[in-house]
């Protein structure tokens, strides 16, 4: 359970959600640990928040990387190329 919260630096929304929530890309801090890059939907004054991912700096710098060797197209549709484990290079 979190007991203390604090947004440190907001770097983007990411998505206007239907229920008037956004989804944001922010640097949090989580009870006093070592602040981390979390993805999560907050509703309009940030009293109310969903469901979220944490990344650390290395694993947004892989997430970042992969993404950048993504072929975006698949989202059309398209099928991926790599079989799961194989890597980013053909989606």
């Not at 630096?9 to 959600?17: F, G, V």
């Not at 004054?45 to 993504?70: F, N, Q, S």
């Not at 790599?82 to 290079?89: D, I, L, R, Y």
Request: a negative charge; hydrophobic letters at 30%.
């Amino acid at each position: 359970m979190v007991k203390q919260y604090q947004i440190n630096y907001h770097i983007a929304d990411l998505c206007n959600e239907n229920n008037g929530w956004k989804k944001e890309l922010n640097v949090v801090q989580i009870n006093n640990r070592e602040s981390v890059y979390e993805i999560r939907s907050w509703n309009k004054d940030h009293t109310e928040m969903g469901d979220g991912i944490t990344l650390t700096p290395a694993e947004i710098r892989k997430l970042k990387a992969v993404c950048e060797k993504m072929d975006f197209r698949c989202i059309d549709g398209r099928q991926y190329e790599n079989k799961p484990g194989e890597g980013a290079g053909g989606i």
